[in-house]
């Protein structure tokens, strides 16, 4: 059926249909041609003319429908509206193509390609599914609950439609995919079958357009991460130990005299000490870190705040743009004070100082290094200091999992064996599991960056139209984990599925496993979970005050999910000098 059959036939439904009007006038005018069947053309007008008193246009008629044929009008009003609305359903399903042409633009599957799209609801038309802001998380299991709705939904048909199926998001479809199969298809075709495109303006708000992240050049993607890698080599994470022993020790010993404490506060100040300290390489004064660490909790918080993303027009006058210039300032002087007077230690130093080993006139430019710094302090404080807070309520609830721990570092201590690079990534295996096992339960609970299609192309049996988006969901792929897998889906609770122990056995050790997803950013972040958790189990013991195996609740809106309470601990007992080898 054509487009203007169908606007026709709707046009029937609204103006000659009584029950679809809700309203015939009694004007005696209006008739029914008996020779037509039809209105005559002079007459249409009188259904606007005024001259008609109020009490004749509220009286029951028995004019049927004033626009449709007198045999039509012959046919009892439910009958006929039956018909009627049936005719409209027939016209509607075979126009269904382009009527989702305009109500989800860019959504209809690729002609070519006879493998079906995903499955999956698009939500309102032209605006997309609304439950990714309304209805993202909840006290039960935290952020991402929209994503498992999503999963579970489609699941129903086919279990194997929790590792692809599709949404939208502000009106743009795209395809979700889990499991590392998938995902590796995908992304390891970067800038071939998909490439950063049309991104949100609040993200590169936020974080810039010239970080990893966000170039949309191939050639200079992978130049970028060449020359970024080199801040994050073993002898790059190895010169950064003191640094992160310092920022640990700082905030431990904040805990002497304090019969409670919320691990998040302490573990979100330890996070950002190594922000300035390490990767900025920045010598604060201490008003000076305390609008630091405001400046940067305001910045992070414009992820979630719904005028920044929603509105991106005038971000530079919210609280996330001010922050956001606050610290580019920051990190611009900290730039030139490096070009004056020569490099130091910090991770900012090896960004500024990195040259292309065959051409060493060749740098990353002043606004990669702003951006990828950036990129650096989300990474090395908000997530590690979320993993960390979910590690102090494992361990809590877990206390066998803590005794195994400490023991493990008495036997450090006993060697007198110092920090190194080589020391937590060959001596710790049970420390190293412990974080592993956190980050398996609960990462990071958004998408990751999402990509564009660039062609269409099939995965798992499905298509991915060109334009769609492509994103990836990390929590469903390390619950689909086929080693780590249970039915009741406990093995990504925190109270029944946590288990480091299955990270030590290569028979149970968990196959599909991306927490914070790939690149050098990684490297960082691990070092300071593994030096802050070494160093507070050797000198604290703890109960947790609000959290117990019967009672977990966590917060609905974090990049990565952490306790309500932000795991407040009680029953600190401080051992002094334990430390003296560090």
């Known amino acids: 059926m054509a487009k203007t059959d169908l606007i026709q036939l709707v046009l029937l439904l609204f103006l000659g249909c009584t029950a679809v009007t809700g309203f015939s006038p009694t004007c005696s005018a209006i008739q029914a041609s008996k020779t037509s069947g039809f209105i005559v053309g002079d007459q249409v007008p009188q259904f606007a003319r005024p001259q008609y008193p109020p009490t004749q246009l509220r009286g029951h008629t028995t004019l049927k429908c004033a626009l449709l044929p007198n045999v039509v009008t012959k046919i009892s009003p439910p009958v006929r509206n039956a018909i009627l609305f049936g005719t409209a359903a027939v016209a509607v399903y075979k126009n269904r193509r382009g009527i989702s042409k305009v109500l989800y633009p860019g959504s209809l599957s690729d002609p070519d390609f006879s493998e079906p799209l995903p499955e999956g609801k698009l939500g309102c038309p032209l605006v997309g599914n609304l ?8 006290n039960e299991n935290g952020p991402g609950k929209f994503w498992r709705k999503q999963a579970a939904s489609v699941a ?11 949404y939208s998001m502000f009106g743009k479809p795209v395809v979700m995919l889990a499991g590392m199969k998938n995902i590796k298809y995908a992304f390891n075709s970067e800038f071939k079958r998909i490439k950063t495109g049309g991104i949100l303006q609040t993200f590169t708000n936020l974080f810039g357009k010239e970080n990893l992240l966000f170039v949309q050049d191939q050639d200079r993607h992978q130049y970028m991460r060449k020359l970024l890698g080199q801040s994050m080599t073993p002898d790059a994470i190895g010169k950064s130990i003191p640094a992160l022993v310092k920022g640990a020790t700082n905030q431990i010993d904040t805990l002497k005299n304090s019969p409670t404490a919320q691990m998040e506060e302490i573990l979100t100040a330890f996070t950002l000490d190594v922000a300035w300290r390490q990767i900025l390489g920045l010598d604060l004064k201490d008003d000076e870190i305390d609008a630091f660490n405001k400046a940067t909790e305001d910045w992070i918080g414009g992820i979630t705040n719904l005028r920044v993303i929603l509105l991106p027009a005038g971000f530079e006058n919210t609280k996330a743009g001010k922050a956001l210039n606050y610290l580019t300032e920051k990190i611009e002087r900290k730039i030139d004070d490096l070009e004056q007077n020569g490099p130091d ?3 900012m130093s090896y960004m500024v100082y990195a040259r292309d080993e065959d051409d060493s006139s060749k740098r990353l430019s002043r606004q990669e290094i702003i951006d ?14 979320s993993t960390l807070t979910v590690t102090m309520l494992a361990l809590g609830l877990h206390k066998d999992s803590l005794k195994k721990l400490k023991y493990e570092q008495a036997e450090l201590i006993r060697r007198g064996e110092d920090f190194t690079r080589s020391i937590l990534d060959k001596d710790c295996p049970y420390l190293d599991a412990v974080i592993k096992e956190t980050m398996r339960i609960k990462p990071l609970a958004g998408t990751g960056a999402m990509r564009f299609a660039q062609e269409t192309f099939t995965i798992d049996g499905k298509q991915v139209p060109k334009g769609y ?6 929590g469903q792929t390390h619950e689909l984990d086929p080693v780590v897998r249970v039915s009741d889906g406990s093995h990504m609770d ?5 288990k480091p122990e299955r990270w030590l056995d290569e028979t149970t050790k968990p196959t599909e496993y991306m927490p914070f997803g790939y690149g050098p950013r990684y490297n960082l972040a691990m070092a300071e979970m593994k030096i802050f958790l070494a160093l507070f189990v050797r000198r604290v013991d703890f109960d947790l005050v609000n959290m117990s195996a019967d009672h977990v609740t966590w917060k609905k809106a974090s990049i990565i999910p952490k306790p309500e309470d932000g795991a407040v601990i009680s029953e600190i007992e401080i051992a002094l000098g334990v430390c003296a080898h560090t």
């Open 345 to 347: 230690e910090s991770t």
């Open 156 to 166: 129903k048909s086919d279990e194997s439609n929790r590792k692809i199926f599709k």
């Open 494 to 498: 925190i109270v029944k599925g946590f």
């Open 131 to 138: 439950g990714i802001i309304f209805d993202s998380g909840d």
């Open 372 to 385: 990828n710094a950036l990129l650096l302090i989300l990474a090395g404080s908000e997530t590690a200091a």
């Open 469 to 474: 988006g492509v994103a990836f969901n990390i």
